[in-house]
């Protein structure tokens, strides 16, 4: 059974700093890219962050470049997103992905953290 968790979401002050963990277990971890998303209220869901399954190579939404840094350890099997200098427009619900693609395509999805910044 797959399964991910994330954790190390809260409230914050503008300006200040979250870093999200999402651990995972039931897959070849190392198989997999893996992703963070955020939905916020009355927003569609969107992709913030990706790393590809051996961490080569990162992509950045454009309202997070230089702010948030998405990094991952294939021996614990988590993916992290360091999120820094946090605007009020990052409050969302924020979920990690876990996607392969091959000849099948698998996606999984954690239940989500939430992240409020706000003064």
């Known amino acids: 059974q797959v399964q991910l968790g994330e954790s190390g979401g809260g409230l914050v002050q503008p300006g200040g700093s979250l870093r999200l963990s999402c651990a995972t277990s039931g897959l070849t971890f190392s198989s997999y890219a893996m992703r963070w998303y955020r939905q916020a209220p009355g927003k569609e869901r969107e992709l913030v962050a990706s790393i590809t399954s051996n961490g080569v190579s990162t992509n950045y939404a454009d309202s997070v470049k230089g702010r948030f840094t998405i990094s991952r350890d294939n021996a614990k099997k988590t993916v992290y997103l360091q999120m820094n200098s946090l605007k009020p427009e990052d409050t969302a619900v924020y979920y990690c992905?876990?996607?392969?693609?091959?000849?099948?395509?698998?996606?999984?999805w954690g239940q989500g953290t939430q992240v409020t910044v706000s003064s």
């Open positions: 992905n876990a996607h392969f693609q091959s000849i099948v395509t698998y996606n999984y």
